[in-house]
């Protein structure tokens, strides 16, 4: 398994942009398909995008396309996610997860299909 440690968590202003970090350690995450997930106050963890391992293909939830980009840098065992126009209801604490699946273009959007997470890092939007 591969331990997954998010950074880049903060206190933003509404309209402001935020890049989180999620390293890896154990494992090359090449092998991966990676995925980002959220859980605000009261609710569920919920998905918010997910890479393919070659990084040629994402796919994002509603609340967040446009806005959100998921990329990975195999060479440095990293994945991203840049969030951009940030408004409250993006407060929450944001989790980076792995599965490994053989396919080099699947995108994987259920917590119940990955296996890996990090311990998650608080992202709050307030003015």
């Known amino acids: 398994q591969v331990q997954l440690v998010e950074s880049g968590g903060g206190l933003v202003q509404p309209g402001g942009s935020l890049r989180l970090s999620c390293s890896a350690s154990?494992?090359?995450?090449?092998?991966?398909?990676l995925g980002w997930f959220r859980r605000a106050p009261g609710n569920e963890r919920e998905f918010v995008a997910s890479?393919?391992?070659?990084?040629?293909?994402?796919y994002y939830a509603d609340s967040v396309k446009g806005r959100f980009t998921i990329s990975r840098d195999n060479t440095k065992n990293t994945v991203y996610l840049q969030m951009n126009s940030l408004s409250p209801e993006d407060t929450a604490v944001y989790y980076c997860?792995?599965?490994?699946?053989?396919?080099?273009?699947?995108?994987?959007?259920?917590?119940?299909?990955?296996?890996?997470w990090g311990q998650g890092t608080q992202v709050t939007v307030s003015s």
């Open positions: 997860a792995a599965t490994s699946i053989p396919l080099s273009n699947a995108v994987v959007t259920t917590v119940r299909n990955f296996n890996s």
């Open positions: 154990g494992r090359t995450l090449s092998t991966y398909v």
């Open positions: 890479i393919a391992r070659s990084g040629g293909r994402t």
